[in-house]
């Protein structure tokens, strides 16, 4: 696949969490046209923000389904952040090992398929949750996937 160069938009989220004008904000959402670099600035962001601020926590990366989610995001995230991190995969646990610079983090895979769904979340303590495609999702899910989060005065979902 080409690359080409990031976008305004794109660079914002990459570099959210540095930037004075978005200190405060709960969430950065992202809109727009199928191919336009969504996906791929919003995990990359999601990661860099995590591990620059974390060490030893625990975060989701959810989509509709884990098949999706792998195929969409899980399989192009080494691509994407090669050089920065290294990325494990638990595929038995759902599960990616993220480290670099000291910083070792859990990110836990999860599909919003269903209502039901929000089970497979429900009791985690979450530091933060990138969700792919969240507009699929039922509510109940996002809903509780966000009350899984520990607040702490600074952005924690992307």
Not at 91 to 109: C, D, P, Q, V
Request: charged share 15%.
């Amino acid at each position: 696949m080409q690359y080409g160069r990031f976008g305004q938009k794109q660079l914002i989220t990459l570099e959210w969490w540095q930037l004075p004008q978005y200190a405060g904000y709960d969430a950065l959402i992202c809109d727009g046209s199928i191919r336009s670099g969504k996906t791929l600035s919003m995990t990359a962001g999601f990661v860099m923000w995590s591990m620059t601020q974390f060490s030893g926590q625990n975060f989701a990366i959810c989509g509709k389904t884990i098949e999706s989610l792998r195929r969409n995001v899980i399989l192009q995230m080494s691509h994407w952040l090669e050089g920065l991190f290294k990325v494990e995969e638990r595929r038995s646990e759902n599960k990616l090992i993220i480290s670099a610079g000291g910083h070792t983090n859990s990110y836990f895979m999860f599909g919003g398929r269903d209502e039901s769904s929000y089970m497979l979340i429900q009791g985690m303590t979450l530091a933060g949750v990138l969700f792919d495609e969240v507009a699929l999702m039922p509510r109940s899910f996002v809903e509780q996937a966000l009350a899984t989060m520990q607040r702490s005065g600074q952005p924690l979902l992307v």
